[in-house]
């Protein structure tokens, strides 16, 4: 059982993905995936960076109780065989996971979140896997948890916890199952009239309202 990525592999992607979004002219950014094959390695992060049981982290979309079962053994036996729990410090056990399980996607993705806190632009996170880039970036560098918004939760119940283990808010709960960016696209208009209520309301002063009379 190898690393997930190797150490080249880190330098190359996490670097580069933390400035790939700099020059796009936008003002937020959607994460999302479709979930086929790296919810393995969500999940496997979930159990690293959490301690939740390992069979509490591995039910998937359409997984029938044979493949939960097998996915759980191999998630307990990644991280067990990484020592990742044995890592105290939050930052670095976050580090080790991306490089152990975490896999290239996620990791590209974690790095991509990083550089959208870098240029203050706020990003959605949308499902079970860009949950798990969200959950080991934030541990590596905190003052990203302003950045992020929650479109979602998921109707696995895995996501749901993990949700509450961030003390994470998400924008709907709609029993969605599918991933592909189905909740971030939604969350885009409520994000756009959050912002215009908070820069286009009028205040006391602005809509020359006096105050309260004693009546």
């Known amino acids: 059982m190898a690393p997930a990525g190797t150490s080249r592999e880190r330098v190359r992607h996490q670097p580069r993905d933390r400035h790939v979004l700099q020059p796009l002219d936008a003002d937020a950014f959607s994460f999302a995936e479709m979930g086929i094959g790296n919810s ?71 790095g991509a979140m990083l550089g959208a806190a870098a240029t203050r632009r706020v990003f959605i996170v949308d499902g079970f896997i ?42 709907f709960n709609l029993g969605l199952r599918l991933g592909e960016g189905s909740a971030a696209a939604p969350a885009v208009p409520l994000l756009r009239a959050a912002c215009a209520m908070l820069n286009g309301m009028a205040t006391f002063d602005s809509a020359g309202v006096s105050g309260r009379s004693a009546s």
């Open 130 to 171: 860009a949950t798990a880039a969200y959950a080991a970036t934030v541990a590596i560098e905190p003052a990203l948890q302003g950045y992020g918004v929650f479109a979602r939760v998921s109707a696995e119940a895995p996501h749901a916890r993990w949700l509450q283990t961030l003390g994470a808010q998400p924008l």
């Open 40 to 110: 393995t390695c969500a999940a496997a992060l979930m159990h690293a960076l959490t301690g939740a049981d390992a069979a509490e982290c591995s039910r998937g979309t359409g997984a029938d109780a044979a493949t939960v079962e097998r996915k759980r053994d191999v998630i307990a036996a990644a991280v067990a065989r990484h020592g990742l729990h044995a890592i105290g410090d939050a930052a670095s056990r976050a580090r080790a996971a991306l490089r152990d399980v975490g896999g290239v996607e996620v990791s590209m993705m974690a």
